[in-house]
């Protein structure tokens, strides 16, 4: 069984900053892809950003140069800095695992972009 458990979202004012952690437990195997989505009221899910186990990286185009994600494998470990961050970012975040063909998700934290 896998377990993801995020941490890090709240309120912050345009032009903030925050990071999302995401921490996962249970039959990880070392090769393995892990992101973030997030989705807005009305919208659907859509990718932010991922990363391999090896260390590429992929970022939504209304992300890239803003947002920076990493991972610390001796921890299972994903991060997200978001910086500059925009009303158009306020969603919920998911963290997403994918392993051996099987996807996971985390249970979702909010992140609210307002003055």
């Known amino acids: 069984q896998v377990q993801l458990v995020e941490s890090g979202g709240g309120l912050v004012q345009p032009g903030g900053s925050l990071r999302l952690s995401c921490a996962a437990s249970?039959?990880?195997?070392?090769?393995?892809?892990m992101g973030w989505y997030r989705q807005a009221p009305g919208k659907q899910r859509e990718l932010v950003a991922a990363?391999?186990?090896?260390?590429?990286?992929r970022y939504a185009d209304s992300v890239k140069g803003r947002f920076t994600i990493s991972r610390d494998n001796t921890k299972n470990t994903v991060y997200l800095y978001m910086n500059s961050l925009k009303p158009e970012d306020t969603a919920v975040y998911y963290c997403?695992?994918?392993?051996?063909?099987?996807?996971?998700w985390g249970q979702g934290t909010q992140v609210t972009v307002s003055s």
């Open positions: 249970g039959s990880i195997f070392s090769i393995n892809t």
């Open positions: 990363i391999s186990s090896g260390g590429g990286t």
């Open positions: 997403n695992l994918v392993v051996r063909a099987s996807d996971y």
